[in-house]
């Protein structure tokens, strides 16, 4: 599992990876890149479109199969923003995500009438999918302000219905519990903006309430449910499986209901589960989050800047596994932000892309985090959890500590370590898996993964 032979050695030093795993740069040069959405069932046309990202100033890219990027829709908002971080910089153009059915966008956003901001939710068309043909407002006239809590995550949910997170607006937390008030709440509606006969309340989108800035929103499969993340105030960044008619806490709590929180606030943005094999059966169903934290601060910081991994329990009552995934160890500023797994990885913004966060340059970045083992190909022996559970490595003389700390093994089939193991013998010879396959070497461990 050698990483630094395979990565950009100066990506590396200014982000640190989990073993087992690299970082490539697949786009730069985007203009404060918050959230990206992929097509759900792309083409294999290299000029069809794969993913969306949408920039916080009122622009949204296309980037298609060969990694072209393109101007789908600009200048989307109505009004200058400025580049005040933290502060009124740091609201604009948001969520995004791809209707399954047709290719459209709902982007969500905030705008200015009359002196006043709004939270708005638009549906975009295009015809080739790299530009935007039209544009429809699906909800506005929520009252916002210029700053974060604003209109946040929207997804399509496996029910086909439309759902929308939007922030308590930070001025008047006490709207997160009022049931005549849209704000601090999760929405549910059909596509066209209706309201759902099977929602909570027939008579409300109100899905869920009781939120502050629920940044982030996915679905998982295995249970068919929606997750959100909801920044707290200095304290108490939430992740939370959302369920109707459920009241969350705000401003009361930030805990009732949760899964999970910090104690120091991290900025917690996007999340996605682990869910279609894109890296090793070992992190099936893991959850991962983005830790925003002070972007505008320069270097590591003390918080967030990075993105953590979590196993939530099989009865979803918490979270019983955490760990830092990746994390900025540069000098500049850079933060994840927008996360989402797609074709080979995990993909992640970047959204100052270590400028110095205070001027306004468009210098973000598109990472993608992929495995080492997914990544050497023409593998022989696959790496299953039934060969894991055969392997001999780890009664091994040559296994060394760095190597069982980090519970490596299945060398034939994941490749070499980068723990400098010492050969001191090798129970590959006495392996069922290498009976198996019909492997005929030693020492997968030092030398490399078993090939075709
Ligand atoms: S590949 Fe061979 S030498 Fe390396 S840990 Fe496994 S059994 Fe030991
Ligand atoms: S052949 Fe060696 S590396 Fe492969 S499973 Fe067996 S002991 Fe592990």
Redesign the pocket.
């Known amino acids: 599992m050698v990483i630094g032979d395979l990565m950009d050695e100066d990506i590396k030093k200014r982000w640190w990876i989990f073993p087992g795993f690299k970082i490539e740069t697949m786009v730069t040069g985007l203009d404060l890149p918050v959230n990206i959405a992929f097509v759900p069932k792309p083409t294999d046309n290299p000029d069809a479109p794969l993913l969306y990202v949408t920039e916080l100033y009122g622009n949204i890219k296309a980037i298609t199969n060969d990694w072209n990027v393109h101007t789908y829709a600009e200048n989307l908002l109505n009004y200058e923003p400025n580049y005040e971080f933290p502060g009124t910089g740091e609201s604009g153009v948001t969520g995004i995500c791809v209707e399954p059915g047709t290719g459209d966008l709902f982007v969500s956003m905030i705008y200015e009438d009359e002196g006043n901001i709004k939270n708005k939710l638009v549906r975009t068309k295009s015809k080739n999918g790299l530009k935007m043909d039209s544009i429809e407002t699906i909800i506005e006239d929520i009252p916002s302000i210029k700053a974060a809590h604003q209109i946040q995550a929207v997804s399509v949910g496996f029910d086909g219905k439309l759902y929308v997170n939007l922030g308590e607006g930070m001025i008047n937390p006490e709207v997160a519990q009022d049931d005549t008030e849209l704000r601090g709440k999760v929405l549910r509606m059909d596509l066209d903006g209706n309201i759902p006969e099977d929602n909570p309340d027939p008579k409300s989108p109100i899905y869920a309430k009781g939120f502050r800035n629920p940044f982030g929103a996915v679905w998982r499969e295995s249970d068919k449910s929606l997750y959100i993340s909801d920044n707290g105030p200095a304290y108490d960044d939430r992740v939370a499986k959302v369920e109707p008619g459920k009241n969350y806490g705000w401003p009361e709590s930030m805990r009732k209901n949760s899964l999970f929180w910090t104690h120091l606030s991290q900025g917690i943005t996007a999340l996605d589960f682990m869910q279609n094999e894109e890296f090793p059966f070992e992190y099936d169903n893991e959850l991962f989050v983005a830790f925003f934290g002070g972007a505008y601060v320069k270097g590591p910081g003390v918080k967030g800047k990075m993105i953590v991994k979590m196993k939530v329990n099989k009865d979803t009552s918490g979270v019983n596994s955490f760990d830092v995934f990746v994390r900025y160890t540069g000098e500049n500023a850079a933060s994840p932000c927008g996360i989402a797994f797609g074709p080979g990885g995990l993909y992640f913004t970047d959204l100052h892309g270590e400028g110095n966060g205070q001027t306004h340059t468009p210098s973000g970045n598109l990472f993608k985090v992929s495995s080492i083992i997914k990544a050497e190909g023409e593998i022989l ?1 696959p790496y299953t959890k039934e ?1 894991t559970d ?4 780890p009664g ?1 003389p040559t296994r060394n500590e760095c190597m069982g700390n980090r519970n490596e ?5 994941g490749g070499k370590t980068d723990c400098d193991p010492e050969k001191k013998g ?3 010879g006495e ?4 009976g198996e396959y019909g ?1 005929v070497d030693f020492y ?2 030092a030398e490399g993964a ?1 090939k075709k």
């Open positions: 022996v060969n055969r392997c001999l490595c091994c093994r299945l060398f034939c089939a090798c129970l590959c392996c069922p898996v290498q492997l997968y461990c078993a």
